[in-house]
């Protein structure tokens, strides 16, 4: 393998703070390259900078052994360079095709010139027997599955002659089939000499697909190493990502008093879940894990009263209470925590401070009218101190925030709320191991003064921060112990077969 790309000294600074400082990193061709840290290590600006989406403030680039100029997006594409973003911009009433050749449909620029789409369709067939893929450019892209939509936007970045392909956070929304379905899809670009920068925070998968990682701290690189024999040392990763050895990902479980402060007796949601009861104690942690589709997100928005059930019945402290809807719910004081963040976690747009106060406006209004700013800007900073919340003002829109910083916020949010139940659908999506531990201490602590539920696709994460599990399949639960009487094999056992299966040997 040669060298395709090499970056020298490279520093970026914004206003405040010094986002990269002196990096280095080069990537050969054919090689698959794990990029990890912490949000705010660094990843993400040095990804814009190689991208053009930025432009450095020293360093060098060279790209086989010449030295380049990256200014702008157009700079990079001619250079070979493409990117895969964690949400693909894509027209979803658009064609896979028509997705691939997105804003270039014609080849002059006339104002009134019309769209060759039988053209566009004859390059994408062309592009797929280059990379032959089970996908359908035929269809709107809404109606193709993650995994293809995915495929058509790394089809995409390959139509322009892609050289260096970087993908963020590819596996997101992925099922564990489609995992296995991408990764193929990069072996054989990397057969073909595709030079892959990957961006994860799954360590499982850096071994199961890459060649080598990069870690960045504090916009500093402070590791570059070859992956031998497809085995990786987690713990001195994360000591590479923190500055220090992270001997316990979830904090200690500590015995406390428990009492029943909600109860959910019979819960039916249409076919997704089926007769579903549960407890929930103050003092622990009740943990329901799920695999995708198994009725956890829909068990979640039950609850929160955003998804109507068909049958059910909810208590809290043994009084009935109506989850009719959302406003119902919160004035009976749960709380949810949603699993898409972006789309129902907190408003894109606005400030940290309105998403950290808006769920309970009243504290800060001033004789229910006027918001008392003051008290807005004190609440927020004291929450955003308390999440570790990585942001140099709380004016801030959330949207400019990195993944693991958006879920600190909506976090906070829930904090403000000072509820008496508080439900966390797929808590750490997206985010690093840095904030993951943090979410878990900040977890623990509330299940002294409240009830905490979790529901969670990771069963590691589930059975590292519950004191009591259930595992859920196709709308069932198929198991509930304590959790000094189960582990993560059981766990999957359940997720995946069900009880009467096992029963009758089907």
């Not at 095709?97 to 997105?102: A, G, K």
């Not at 990682?213 to 040392?233: C, L, T």
């Not at 570790?388 to 709320?417: C, D, M, R, W």
């Amino acid at each position: 393998m040669s060298c395709f790309i090499e970056v020298k000294g490279v520093t970026k600074q914004f206003v405040g703070m010094k986002a990269l400082d002196k990096v280095n990193f080069s990537l050969d061709r054919g090689e698959v390259r794990a990029l990890l840290g912490i949000n705010g290590a660094g990843k993400s600006t040095l990804i814009k900078i190689i991208s053009g989406i930025y432009i450095k403030d020293e360093g060098e680039i060279f790209i086989d052994g010449e030295k380049v100029k990256i200014e702008n997006p157009q700079d990079a594409i001619d250079l070979g360079i493409s990117t895969v973003y964690q949400d693909p911009q894509m027209i979803p009433s658009f064609t896979g095709f028509e997705n691939i050749y997105l804003g270039e449909e014609n080849s002059n620029k006339l104002l009134f010139s019309t769209i060759n789409r039988k053209k566009l369709r004859a390059k994408a067939k062309m592009l797929l027997k280059k990379y032959p893929l089970e996908v359908d450019i035929d269809k709107p892209v809404y109606l193709l599955p993650a995994i293809e939509r995915e495929i058509i936007a790394i089809l995409r970045a390959l139509s322009k002659d892609c050289k260096l392909l970087i993908l963020d956070e590819p596996t997101s929304i992925l099922t564990e089939k489609e995992k296995h379905v991408l990764f193929d899809f990069i072996r054989l670009l990397k057969s073909k000499g595709v030079a892959i920068i990957y961006i994860t925070h799954h360590i499982d998968e850096v071994q199961q697909i890459c060649d080598g990682y990069s870690v960045f701290r504090n916009g500093k690189d402070v590791a570059h190493e070859k992956i031998v024999g497809n085995k990786v040392d987690v713990n001195k990763i994360v000591e590479y990502m923190l500055g220090e050895s992270l001997s316990h990902l979830y904090p200690k479980k500590k015995k406390n008093k428990t009492e029943v402060a909600f109860e959910a007796k019979n819960v039916v949601v249409g076919s997704k879940v089926n007769d579903v009861s549960f407890t929930a104690k103050k003092g622990e942690v009740l943990g329901i894990f799920g695999l995708v589709g198994s009725g956890i997100d829909e068990l979640s928005k039950a609850v929160f009263g955003s998804m109507a059930c068909t049958n059910g019945k909810f208590y809290k402290y043994g009084k009935q209470i109506s989850v009719k809807n959302p406003k119902a719910v919160i004035e009976n004081g749960i709380c949810l925590i949603p699993g898409n963040r972006k789309e129902e976690g907190f408003l894109p747009g606005l400030s940290i401070s309105f998403n950290t106060t808006i769920a309970k406006i009243k504290k800060i209004l001033i004789a229910g009218i006027n918001i008392n700013t003051k008290k807005e800007a004190r609440d927020t900073q004291g929450l955003v101190d308390k999440m570790e919340v990585a942001t140099p003002t709380i004016k801030k829109h959330v949207n400019e925030l990195s993944g693991g910083n958006q879920q600190k916020v909506v976090f906070a949010k829930a904090l403000y709320t000072d509820a008496d139940v508080y439900v966390f659908c797929e808590p750490t999506v997206g985010v690093d191991i840095g904030a993951k531990n943090k979410i878990y201490e900040t977890m623990r602590s509330l299940s002294e003064n409240a009830a905490v539920i979790i529901l969670s696709s990771e069963p590691e994460e589930v059975y590292g921060v519950s004191d009591y599990i259930m595992v859920m399949h196709k709308g069932h639960i198929t198991m509930e112990k304590q959790d000094t009487k189960t582990n993560v094999k059981e766990m999957l056992f359940h997720a995946v077969i069900e009880e009467r299966e096992v029963e009758h040997g089907e």
